[in-house]
């Protein structure tokens, strides 16, 4: 329940987002299928799904502890940061609405920059119950706060762009302002993203042996693609911007936002799982990590450079540079899906045959 919740948050977070910023342009405010609905649906959603921990707190205390139901929300709301940060976001979110519900009274800019303010200040208190916040404080949870402010940010407007907007919508225009609001987002996505790795997973290639170190490993794994449909949008509309029409970039655009959101159904799971530094490497193996070590449950991870591992990960690179080669030349996106879902598999079946266990 928790996992759906968190990935619906990351949801209308990321279409709030999208939409604020795309109708900071007037122009293109008209453009968005659904504009007014999916605001108001993605503020009534996120006093739900962001309400759903506090619930099940609520629900702990009620029925373990036998505490009265009014007392076990009294506590949660009062006692735990959980309760807080929901109250405070449940305060943004109704301020969201007023806004909203007076925007005819006011000028556009008002409307949507006071909202995005908001936004970012929902974005803070969902980054003070963080695992990074629990675990480094305010210094973890405005790192949160970059990543989640990154993600937000790059994948918002590819997100309406991709399934909201008109594809005679100018592709040229988005990306003019896009490409340069993508390109910093993705070096804070990246600098935030080690930073996190560093609060949480101390021993990035040892966390491989758990669950939570396989989810990130995935992770990262399909984070690639975004990164060469990503390149492929950059390169094309810049130098080559008439060799795809507009519904084929559009159709470009929600291939890369597919794979943005099997990231984002990762990072869902993960938020309620706890990362390596906090549990013990002998709470249990990875089943997919068993595959290729079978033979060793209790012993002590060493890295170590195989000839075959090597080989896997060179074929992988030459795949996927060669998927990006073809994403320039070719128009056909199903054969681009199907190289890197080949170069995913041998990537990862190198990065396994690097690990090996001496007992003892």
């Known amino acids: 329940m928790l996992v759906v919740s968190n990935l619906f948050t990351y949801i209308f977070i990321i279409l709030l987002t999208g939409i604020l910023l795309i109708s900071l342009k007037p122009d293109r405010d008209k453009d968005i299928r659904g504009k007014r609905f999916l605001k108001w ?12 921990s506090v619930y099940q707190l609520c629900h702990m205390l009620y029925t373990q502890f036998s505490l009265p139901l009014s007392e076990a929300i009294f506590q949660v709301l009062t006692k735990f940061q959980a309760g807080h940060a929901w109250l405070a976001i449940v305060f943004c979110l109704f301020v969201m609405m007023i806004i909203e519900g007076t925007s005819q009274k006011r ?18 208190f969902i980054s003070l119950t963080s695992h990074s916040g629990a675990s480094e404080g305010l210094l973890g949870s405005l790192v ?9 940010f790059w994948l918002g407007p590819l997100f309406v762009m991709a399934w909201l907007t008109k594809p005679k919508e100018s592709i040229h225009d988005f990306h003019r302002w896009f490409s340069p609001l993508a390109m910093f987002t993705f070096s ?5 993203g080690i930073l996190l790795m560093n609060f949480l997973i101390p021993n990035y ?5 758990i669950d939570y170190g396989q989810a990130m490993l995935w992770k990262h794994l399909l984070f690639i693609p975004v990164i060469v449909f990503g390149f492929r949008h950059l390169y094309l509309l810049k130098k080559y911007p008439q060799w795809l029409s507009k519904i084929e970039y ?7 936002s597919l794979y943005a959101f099997l990231v984002l159904a990762i990072s869902s799971w993960m938020t309620e799982r706890e990362p390596p530094l906090e549990i013990s490497m002998s709470e249990g193996y990875n089943s997919l990590f068993l595959l290729f070590h079978n033979q060793a449950v209790d012993g002590v991870l060493q890295s170590s450079w195989t000839f075959t591992s090597v080989t896997f990960i060179i074929g992988s690179l030459v795949i996927f540079l060669s998927t990006g080669y073809y994403l320039l030349k070719r128009k056909l ?28």
Not at 42 to 52: N, Q
Not at 188 to 192: E, K
Not at 205 to 209: I, K, T
């Open 107 to 124: 000028s556009h800019r008002f409307t949507e920059y006071s909202q995005l303010f908001l936004l970012i200040g929902i974005m803070f």
């Open 144 to 152: 949160h706060l970059l990543h989640m402010l990154a993600f937000s």
């Open 188 to 192: 804070m996505l990246v600098i935030s």
């Open 250 to 256: 559009q159709r470009s655009f929600r291939v890369e």
């Open 333 to 360: 996106l199903s054969i681009a899906v199907i190289m890197l879902l080949l170069a995913h598999i041998c990537l990862y079946i190198g990065l396994m045959l690097i690990r090996i266990i001496i007992l003892g």
């Open 205 to 209: 290639m040892n966390s491989w042996a």
């Open 41 to 52: 649906g993605s503020i009534v959603g996120l006093i739900l799904t962001t309400g759903v």
